[in-house]
């Protein structure tokens, strides 16, 4: 099966401009996460997609962060402005939504570089 | 909130010495998965652990989750270049399937 698709694969922007992500998760998998990874530190969860909708977004910083899910299929997350704190891989995960398993597949990243 | 830690979070090794990374969760785990993540890429599922005391083997690699359910280890016999990553175990926190990851254990393997 296709894995998870991201792109693009690398961005580099200048502080106070917008950037968006794309995700195209695994075929079949409801449920997305968005997370942001900082170099040197373990990957952090942003949001939480069922479907289209909402699990989680507690961990998103609303005032400059948005994403969102249409069709319950691919999904964008968007930066705006950007600071220089949030230079980091910004990657996408899903998973099947029920079962024993808690796997989770992950596309390759955006390398988002902040100047 | 709840917490994974793991050590340590560097390790050398020349290549054929064993290596081994510790997981501490601050609560006890429904589960607990490890990924690999190779430099320049994304982390990859290696395992998942359910029971108390279990242990599984892949290969070389051998993964322990604790009776308390609140640790873990991850041991490789005999490194090879090819082990060359960070190394991240992860618990669930919710029942929304959410996973809290470690901070990773970064390997290198000097030939």
């Known amino acids: 099966e296709a894995g998870v698709a991201q792109s693009p694969r690398y961005k580099i922007i200048e502080k106070r401009q917008s950037v968006a992500f794309w995700c195209n998760p695994i075929s079949g998998h409801a449920t997305l996460y968005w997370y942001q990874q900082i170099l040197g530190q373990g990957p952090k969860l942003l949001i939480q997609?069922?479907?289209?909708?909402?699990?989680?977004d507690s961990q998103l910083p609303k005032d400059r962060f948005s994403a969102e899910r249409l069709k319950g299929v691919d999904s964008t997350l968007k930066i705006q402005p950007a600071k220089l704190e949030d230079s980091a891989v910004y990657l996408c995960a899903s998973s099947r939504p029920s079962g024993s398993s808690y796997e989770q597949y992950f596309g390759p990243g955006t390398r988002l570089t902040v100047t | 909130g709840q917490q994974v830690m793991q050590i340590p979070q560097y390790q050398h090794v020349q290549e054929g010495e064993d290596f081994t990374t510790y997981c501490n969760s601050s609560?006890?785990?429904?589960?607990i998965q490890w990924y690999k993540q190779r430099p320049g890429g994304h982390p990859v599922f290696l395992i998942q652990?359910?029971?108390?005391?279990e242990v599984k083997k892949q290969k070389r690699l051998t993964f322990q989750f604790g009776e308390a359910k609140k640790n873990s280890s991850l041991h490789i016999t005999a490194t090879q270049t090819t082990d060359v990553g960070t190394y991240f175990c992860?618990?669930?926190?919710?029942?929304?399937?959410?996973?809290?990851f470690g901070s990773g254990t970064q390997l290198t393997v000097l030939p």
């Open positions: 997609f069922q479907n289209n909708g909402v699990v989680d």
């Open positions: 992860a618990g669930p926190r919710s029942s929304a399937r959410q996973l809290t």
């Open positions: 609560t006890t785990l429904s589960n």
């Open positions: 652990l359910v029971k108390s005391g």
